[in-house]
């Protein structure tokens, strides 16, 4: 003794409309800051932490150069950069390790979007970093993120997602 069909139309609705809502919420709360550079119709970019500012370095001796700063977990402060270095004949990985602003502690090859890389961790007087070099063909993107040395293994996740965040276009 069937009663016909039973209809799921409202319970979905409800179930899609909660959903929609909740993929938001995660979205504004958690989706990455990206900066995009442009070099003369070429790209690269790099996806930030939430929530993370960036914007022109003012370097005169690298126009390229951009400065990102933003939380980390648990609050911690954090600061980023990245440029675009032009070559001729690349001598690798030297030509990473001279364009540099400190010596490297760790390096070693890998490959990021299916292009050549080089990541390397340094440190300066209170902040630790950790960054990649990936060949674009005529240039070489840099991109690190860091914070203090205390917070440095805490965040080390975070800053892993960003290196291989780094994509670049000729």
């Known amino acids: 003794m069937s009663e016909g069909p039973v209809s799921f139309g409202k319970p979905v609705l409800i179930l899609v409309v909660l959903g929609c809502i909740g993929g938001g919420y995660y979205a504004v709360t958690h989706w990455p800051s990206v900066y995009e550079g442009t070099d003369g119709g070429s790209t690269w970019k790099a996806s930030f932490p939430h929530d993370w500012e960036t914007g022109p370095a003012n370097d005169p001796t690298n126009p390229t150069k951009v400065f990102a700063k933003g939380p980390l977990l648990d609050e911690v402060p954090g600061v980023g950069w990245g440029m675009l270095v032009r070559h001729g004949t690349l001598d690798w990985p030297n030509f990473v390790i001279n364009n540099l602003p400190a010596t490297p502690d760790v390096g070693l090859d890998d490959e990021i979007d299916h292009k050549k890389a080089w990541k390397f961790e340094y440190e300066d007087k209170e902040s630790r970093f950790m960054g990649a ?38």
Do not use: L, P
């Open 133 to 170: 070099a990936v060949q674009r063909g005529d240039a070489v993107v840099f991109c690190a993120i860091g914070c203090s040395k205390a917070n440095y293994q805490a965040n080390r996740e975070t800053f892993e997602k960003f290196v291989r965040s780094i994509r670049c276009s000729r």
